[in-house]
């Protein structure tokens, strides 16, 4: 395709929406023809190749109907979406070509790729996901820590929704066998961490990655919508983009 992708984004007001417009100034790739911000706005959008959407659950309902309908590449890092949401993904990507992920770090990438070899290589040791975000950030778990931990699950041969474990209180804390622990902590600006923590008797690997600013989030996206567009339908994963 000649010429800069005409790209729009989906949740424009938002954190990861304003971080994405502050790059594109110098970015030549993309022209920036759509900002987003509520479901009303896809009613005028100009014709696009590619969105990024880093909008809310019902927002997300919006943006991937207008792709699916308007034949376009599809980016997705809205988190927090439920059974439903992905399915709908699923389905969507027989039209168009869609690109999800939880996390848009390169080494985010890096870090699920060590955790899956990890967890098919230790299958016996437990293993717990914390992760810490700013006190604004409204979903618990991230959507990070959940991919991490369907990472492992799949790693290991297991069902997801039936190892996770959310909830600790009281007399009722004791580790359930073979499951996944997540921990969820909500302060300050935090950006974002993530620790995969895998331990045994007398043993202990901790992965961690640390996000020091949005910058590297929306950097990813920019990459991976360059890469998607124009590509034939299907679902595409960060690994794709990455390469081996």
Not at 222 to 236: D, Q
């Amino acid at each position: 395709m000649s010429g800069p992708l005409r790209l729009g984004i989906a949740g424009s007001r938002g954190r990861m929406g304003q971080a994405l417009q502050r790059l594109l100034h110098d970015d030549a790739r993309f022209d920036l023809v759509a900002r987003i911000a509520s479901s009303a706005d896809w009613s005028d959008a100009p014709a696009l190749d590619v969105v990024i959407d880093f909008s809310m659950p019902a927002g997300f309902d919006a943006a991937l109907a207008h792709c699916r309908a308007h034949r376009i590449a599809f980016v997705c890092g809205t988190t927090g979406l439920d059974a439903d949401r992905r399915d709908a993904l699923r389905q969507a990507a027989r039209d168009i070509p869609i690109l999800y992920a939880a996390n848009f770090s390169l080494g985010i990438a890096v870090l699920t790729r060590l955790l899956r070899e990890a967890a098919a290589m230790l299958p016996d040791w437990d293993l717990e996901i914390i992760e810490a975000h700013h006190s604004q950030k409204v979903d618990a778990p991230s959507g990070t820590a959940l991919a991490l931990g369907r990472a492992a699950a799949d790693a290991r041969g297991q069902d997801f929704e039936q190892v996770a474990s959310f909830a600790r209180y009281g007399h009722t804390a004791t580790r359930r066998e073979n499951a996944i622990g997540f921990s969820s902590l909500r302060a300050g600006e935090i950006v974002g961490e993530h620790t995969a923590l895998l331990a045994t008797s007398d043993e202990r690997i901790e992965l961690t990655h640390r996000a020091g600013a949005n910058t590297i989030f929306a950097r990813g996206a920019l990459h991976a919508a360059a890469w998607l567009a124009g590509r034939k339908a299907g679902a595409y994963a960060l690994d794709d983009v990455a390469g081996p």
